[in-house]
C-alpha cells in the first residue's frame, strides 16, 4: 500500500481541507522483521509477536497493527548483501490518526462499493485492474475482514477502475474500529 494513488476523491470531506494534520496521531516504534521492508503508507502485521516485528500485510485475514509512517528497507545490513537481521532497523507506525493512504474502487466486480464519507473501509482482495495485491489498499466493500478505518473523503463508482487517495481515521488502538 506504498501511496501508489494519483487520483484524487470525487468528493473531498473535512471542509474541502487539503492537508491533513498528523501532529496528533500516536505512532508506535516497531522491529523490522529479518529481511523485510515497507514503504509509507504500507499496512503492517505483526511477524512474531513475541519479537514485536512488523512486516507488510498480504492478505485480507492479516491483522492490522497500523500503517508504516516511513519507508524501512532492512532487505540488507549496510554491506548490500548481508540479509538484515530482526532490529536492525526500526519504524514508525501510525496507530490512530488521520492519514492518507490508498484506496480502489472498482468499475465492476469484487470492489466496486461506492466510498461514502465515514463509509467503513477494509483491506482489498487482489484485483487486475487496476493492478493492487491483497492487502495493498483499502475498499469500501466488506471482503471478511476487519474495518481498518473510516473515510474521510467519497469515490463514487468510476466507469473505470481506479486507485484514489483517500484521508483515512485509522484507530487501531481502541474498539472503534478494530
Known amino acids: 500500500m506504498a501511496l501508489n494513488a494519483t487520483l484524487n476523491p470525487s468528493n473531498l ?25 515497507a514503504s509509507k ?73 461506492t466510498i461514502f464519507h465515514n463509509s467503513p473501509l477494509y483491506l482489498n482482495h487482489e484485483i487486475t485492474t487496476p493492478a493492487v495485491v491483497a492487502g495493498a489498499a483499502l475498499t469500501a466493500t466488506n471482503t471478511g475482514g476487519v474495518i481498518v478505518g473510516l473515510a474521510m473523503d467519497a469515490v463514487p463508482v468510476p466507469t473505470t477502475s481506479a486507485l484514489y487517495k483517500m484521508r483515512v481515521y485509522i484507530d487501531r488502538l481502541n474498539d472503534i474500529i478494530n
Open 13 to 37: 470531506g473535512l471542509g474541502g481541507q487539503g492537508g491533513i494534520t498528523s501532529e496528533d496521531n500516536i505512532v508506535f516504534t516497531y522491529k523490522m522483521a529479518a529481511s523485510s521492508s
Open 41 to 113: 503508507g504500507d499496512a503492517l502485521t505483526l511477524t512474531d509477536s513475541s519479537a514485536g516485528t512488523v512486516t507488510k500485510v498480504t492478505a485480507t485475514s492479516d491483522s492490522v497493527v497500523g500503517y508504516a509512517n516511513v519507508s524501512v528497507d532492512n532487505t540488507y545490513k549496510a554491506d548490500g548483501t548481508t540479509a538484515g537481521a530482526v532490529g536492525d532497523k526500526y519504524i514508525g507506525v501510525v496507530v490512530q490518526g488521520m492519514i492518507e493512504l490508498d484506496a480502489v474502487v472498482s468499475a465492476s466486480g469484487a470492489v466496486n462499493a
